[in-house]
Each structure stands twice: as C-alpha cells, then as structure tokens.
C-alpha cells in the first residue's frame, strides 16, 4: 500500500516495478531519492542509483537476488535520469553488486555488465560530480558505447528496452520512451512507461512539494511538453516522494503555481517601490510578506529566476546590481 508520509525502503508499486529508496532522507531529498528497478524478470532496467550511501546495496540485493533467468544480467540498463550527486554517485556500488551476485550464480561464465544512459550535457558544460563518479568505475564493471564513452546518450523520443532479453518476453513490460525534460538540469529527462500508463519524472516533477530549477523560461516549457503527453499516462514515478496518481493535473498544477507567482510579482512591479526602485530582495519582502522571513532567502532565488524569465519575455529591464539587490523596473 502506498504511503503518502513515510515511505518503505523497499516497494512493489507494480508487476513490473519495484522502488527502492536511496537512504538518503533530508530536507532537499524528502525520503530520500527514487529509484526504480522495471521490468516483471531480470534483465531489468534500473531508473537512478542514488547518492551512494552503504545502506542502499542490500537493499537493491533483496530484490535481485531471486531472477527467474539466472544466466541473464540482473540490471541490463541503468539510466540517469540527470547528473545530480543524488541520482549518480550511487553508480559505482550498483555496479560492483551487479559483478558480486554474476559470479555467485555464474562464477564459470563471463559477468555481462549494464549499458549506462544518459542524456548528453552540452559540450560547453562540465560536471564535477558527475565526472568524479565515472573516474570511479572499473573497466569492465559497464558496458562502453560504441565509441568508447562511459555513456550510452540518450536522445528525445528514444524507446529503450533491456538489451538480452529472453526469447518469448513480452518487450511491453520493459519499454520506456524518453523524453528530453531540461530546466530542473540541461539534461533532464523523464520517461513514458506504457506497461503502466505511468511517466517517470525524475526531479522536474516531485511526489510532494515543488520542484527547484535553473531556467524557469526552459522548465515551463518542459512541464508543458509533459503535459502534452497526457494521453499516454495517468500516474507519475517521481525522484523523491511518493507515486502521484493524479498526474496530468498535478503537472498543470506545477504550471499554474509558476505562472500565479509571476503575476503576484508583476503586480508589485506594477505599486510604487520603496526607496525609489524594486530590487530582488524587495521583490521578495512583498510576495513573501505572509511567511517566515527565514524563508526568504531560499525564495529569492526562485524569485530571481522569474525575473530573468520575465526579461527573456521582454516584460521587465534589469538595472543592474548583484542578484539580491539587482534594480528592475516594468517595460512600458
């Protein structure tokens, strides 16, 4: 039964799905990051590994240890659904644990490890998390892509299903379809899954709470996109929280809420500011005038990321300044 405040370790959300949660609670990561393992027997494919606590390992053994294939990989594909520290840096040990439970079962045959996917960053764009992660990885502990790389890249509008699998299974329970979701990160995905009219959301879209971003302009774009493909699911798989059955509306929902506060803020742009220009921070005094000032802080970013939509969309001019106290003012 799903839980809507406490969630278990280890859960059957359906016949081809289990979630696993990467023991990771907090205050950014709710009960901790998502992952998921797809697909009714192994090969499967493993959504996220985690932040890489110790913790997480036995638990992902619990649910691999009984395939009904014992000469197929465990995990066939693993894909990141973006290059967060709390979606990757759990690759390593998932990947040490995928070689430890081949050679129990097969210990005469050669280990035959996962395809790594991801959405490409762009080339202008390094990660340190990201890069310190694959510097870990074995030779031998993935499967390369054709030209060497660590990651297999992804592509919008890409179906992927496990490599190997057994004559006579039905695909339908593996197949995901991708679609390239950037704001919350440039590479962003998430991922249509038919076998349970579900889509898998990673952090663009959240269990409980709203999502944090980089560009807002990009991000609604990407909500609209998800929402778009309404037809071909009705529940959401998040990154962290739990499963949302009212999907569809709680991304218009994500929509409306970005596009309310755009206009709470484009109405205190509209009164007369105080000491003789609106700034960021004081933008923030007066959307934010209900709730705690200890909130404001983390609220001026979100504010400021609207601000350089509202420039993008030629409705505000910044006068300068650093991002708290940079000076706007309405185009008339």
């Known amino acids: 039964m799903e839980k809507l405040a406490v969630l278990d370790s280890v859960t059957r959300i359906s016949d081809q799905l289990v979630r696993i949660l990467g023991q990771n609670p907090g205050k950014f990561t709710l009960q901790g990051t998502d992952t ?21 390992p036995p638990f992902l053994r619990t649910v691999l240890e009984s395939p009904r294939h014992p000469s197929l990989p465990d995990i066939s594909d693993i894909i990141l659904t973006h290059r967060h520290q709390d979606h990757v840096r759990g690759l390593p040990s998932v990947l040490s644990l995928c070689r430890e439970l081949w050679a129990k079962r097969n210990p005469e045959r050669p280990f035959i490890p996962p395809r790594i996917h991801k959405f490409p960053l762009p080339a202008s764009q390094r990660d340190a998390v990201l890069d310190g992660t694959v510097s870990e990885l074995q030779e031998g502990d993935y499967t390369p892509a054709p030209g060497g790389n660590v990651f297999h890249d992804l592509a919008d509008g890409q179906t992927l299903i496990p490599s190997g699998l057994p004559p006579g299974s039905d695909s339908r329970d593996w197949t995901l379809q991708i679609l390239h979701c950037p704001g919350h990160t440039t590479d ?10 579900a889509l898998f959301t990673g952090d663009t879209v959240l269990g409980q709470g709203t999502a944090v971003f980089e560009d807002l302009s990009v991000y609604l774009a990407s909500l609209q996109r998800m929402l778009d493909f309404r037809d071909k699911y009705d529940i ?9 059955r009212d999907g569809p509306q709680t991304i218009r929902m994500y929509i409306d809420h970005r596009l309310e506060r755009e206009a709470q803020i484009l109405a205190v742009l509209r009164t007369e ?40 969309d030629g409705k505000v001019r910044s006068l300068g300044g650093e991002w708290k106290v940079e000076k706007w003012e309405l185009v008339q």
């Not at 090969?43 to 996220?48: A, E, K, T």
């Not at 007066?286 to 504010?303: D, F, M, N, Q, T």
Request: aromatic share 12%.
């Open 36 to 56: 998921y393992v797809v697909g009714s027997s192994n090969p499967h494919i493993l959504v996220d590994t985690g932040e890489g606590k110790p913790e997480y």
């Open 236 to 244: 959401l798989y998040p990154g962290h929280g739990p499963v949302v």
């Open 273 to 312: 500011p105080p000491g003789g220009s609106w700034t960021t921070w004081t933008i923030v005094s007066k959307v934010y005038e209900g709730y705690p000032e200890s909130l404001w802080e983390a609220a001026a970013r979100g504010v400021q990321l609207h601000m350089k939509k509202l420039e993008k």
């Open 188 to 197: 962003s995905i998430s991922l249509v899954f038919p076998a349970d009219r």
